[in-house]
C-alpha cells in the first residue's frame, strides 16, 4: 500500500452490505419451503448514487419523495418487473443470494438458528467480495421479529471460535448492526432483491413460480471465476446444493 503525502496510509476502500430476507425461517409443515437471505453491496463512494436510484424509483412506481419501498406493497406485475429491472441496471450494486431449500433439509434449528445459520453462509460471501476488493465491508440487517442485536453479537463470537470459511480481516471489526429500511433507506433494495429472488423459487397459492425477476437482477449477482459454480456458490449460494437440488433448479446455473 502506498503511503500518501501525509506520511499517513491511504484509507481503506469501504463497503456497505445491507441484508434482508424473505419467507418464513421455521422449519414447519405450514412454512415456506425456502428461505432467502439477500445482500445488496454497495461501496460508500456510490452511496448518493444509490440514494437518487431510490428517489427516482418512487417517483416512477408513483410513490411520494421518502416513501418506504416494499416489495409486498407493489401489487402489479409491471411494477415489479420494473422494479428489478431497475435495480439489475445500476452498476454500483453487487447482489449475493442465499437460498435455502427447506425440503431438501433434515430438521432440527429453531427460526433464530436458521436465520443465523443462514447468515453464516452470507457473510462468508460477503468477506471473499470485500477481501478481493481490498476493502471492509460494514453489513446492516433489516430488523426482524424475535431477532435481537444481542444474538448477533453472540453468533459472530462463536463463528470467530469456529472453523468458517469468513475472511474476518475484511469485515468491520464492530460486527453488524440491524435497523429498519424506513430509517435506513438502502435497506429497502435489500429488500427488492430478496423478495425477487423468493418469488422464483418459493412457489404462490396457485402453485407457480416467477424467475423472471430474479432473471433481471442476473447482471448484478456476485460471481467469482468462471467456471459452472461462478454463480451457484457466490450470488445464489444453494443450501442444499446437491443431486436433487440441482435438478429441482436447473434454471439456476444458467442465469
Known amino acids: 500500500m502506498v503511503a500518501s503525502s501525509s506520511g499517513q496510509a491511504p484509507a481503506a476502500r469501504r463497503?456497505?452490505?445491507?441484508?434482508?430476507?424473505?419467507?418464513?425461517?421455521?422449519?414447519?409443515?405450514?412454512?415456506?419451503?425456502?428461505?432467502?437471505?439477500?445482500?445488496?453491496?454497495?461501496?460508500?463512494?456510490?452511496a448518493a448514487a444509490a440514494q437518487r436510484f431510490l428517489a427516482t424509483l418512487r417517483k416512477?412506481?408513483?410513490?411520494?419523495?421518502?416513501?418506504?419501498?416494499?416489495?409486498?406493497n407493489l401489487k402489479k406485475h409491471e411494477e415489479r418487473v420494473h422494479a428489478a429491472r431497475s435495480l439489475g441496471a445500476q452498476e454500483w450494486a453487487t447482489i449475493s443470494n442465499v437460498i435455502v431449500c427447506k425440503r431438501h433439509l433434515a430438521g432440527g434449528?429453531?427460526?433464530?438458528?436458521?436465520?443465523?445459520?443462514?447468515?453464516?453462509?452470507?457473510?462468508?460471501?460477503?468477506?471473499?467480495?470485500?477481501r478481493d476488493s481490498s476493502a471492509i465491508l460494514t453489513y446492516t440487517l433489516a430488523h426482524i421479529v424475535?431477532?435481537?442485536l444481542a444474538h448477533l453479537r453472540q453468533y459472530e463470537a462463536a463463528?470467530?471460535?469456529?472453523?468458517?470459511?469468513?475472511?474476518?480481516?475484511?469485515?468491520?471489526?464492530?460486527?453488524?448492526?440491524?435497523?429498519?429500511?424506513?430509517?435506513?433507506?438502502?435497506?429497502?433494495?435489500?429488500?427488492?432483491?430478496?423478495?425477487?429472488?423468493?418469488?422464483?423459487?418459493?412457489?404462490?397459492?396457485?402453485?407457480?413460480?416467477?424467475?423472471?425477476?430474479?432473471?433481471e437482477l442476473a447482471g448484478r449477482l456476485y460471481r467469482r471465476g468462471y467456471g459452472a459454480t461462478s454463480l451457484t456458490s457466490y450470488g445464489m449460494k444453494m443450501h442444499p446444493w446437491n443431486a436433487n437440488t440441482k435438478a429441482a433448479y436447473p434454471w439456476v446455473a444458467a442465469l
Open 15 to 46: 463497503l456497505h452490505a445491507y441484508i434482508d430476507e424473505a419467507g418464513v425461517r421455521s422449519h414447519s409443515r405450514a412454512s415456506s419451503d425456502h428461505f432467502v437471505m439477500s445482500a445488496v453491496i454497495v461501496d460508500d463512494a456510490d
Open 109 to 130: 434449528l429453531d427460526e433464530n438458528q436458521a436465520y443465523l445459520y443462514t447468515l453464516r453462509y452470507l457473510l462468508e460471501r460477503l468477506s471473499w467480495l470485500a
Open 159 to 215: 463463528l470467530k471460535g469456529q472453523p468458517t470459511q469468513i475472511s474476518w480481516g475484511a469485515l468491520d471489526p464492530k460486527g453488524g448492526k440491524m435497523d429498519q429500511p424506513k430509517r435506513i433507506e438502502m435497506l429497502q433494495c435489500a429488500d427488492l432483491a430478496a423478495s425477487a429472488a423468493f418469488a422464483a423459487f418459493n412457489p404462490d397459492r396457485f402453485g407457480n413460480t416467477e424467475p423472471r425477476y430474479v432473471k
Open 146 to 148: 424475535r431477532m435481537q
Open 60 to 72: 416512477e412506481l408513483g410513490r411520494q419523495p421518502g416513501d418506504t419501498l416494499h416489495w409486498v
